[in-house]
């Protein structure tokens, strides 16, 4: 039951899914480190997929997996790469979001081929918050897609176009550009329907 709501939890952490179907959870600050490469490793793994992660991984993880690794960022590829991919679409991509899944070779950022990409058509009245959610909630479909038909989006992956772009932490200039730009960084109201 929720604390704040007072209502049975729809929502969970990641070590409680793990533990509710049985999947070995590690919880590391260095993701790179040598128990955890050698964890990888004897898991005899086919592939890794990435998904909010906010480490970049080193060539000796990259090599481990049969098929390879995969990434989901929230934005459309080549641009609004880095951190906070939804906040910098809101106004440094015409206001056009959408969800990439691609393939991770090296240590470069949000760079590899694409296996596959969907825009997507939001509420631009919600608030920056609660389109994250919209538009992550979109990639956990297409990261299923991509898993059961891996060597299908592999053989069709494509290289990145040029005219990308790379945002890191937002500074104070950024948020005031978005709020100029009528985008709401959270709302209670809906903080408290998408989330609990």
Known sequence: VSFITRRER????????????????????????????????????????????????????????????????????????GLFPVFYSAFNNDRKFGITVHEIVDTSIDSGAIFVQDELVVDHKRSILSLDKQVNNKGVSLISKVINNFNLYYQNRTPQGSGGSYFSFPNISDIKNAQSQSFRLVSLQEFMKDFF
């Open 10 to 81: 729809k929502k969970f952490t990641i070590s409680e899914i793990c533990h509710k179907y049985q999947i070995r959870h590690i919880k590391t600050p260095n993701v790179n480190s040598e128990d955890v490469i050698a964890e990888l490793k004897k898991a005899n793994l086919d592939l890794i997929v990435i998904y909010f992660f906010d480490q970049i991984i080193k060539q000796q993880i990259i090599s481990i997996p049969k098929k390879g690794v995969i990434n989901v960022h929230a934005a459309l590829l080549p641009k609004c790469k």
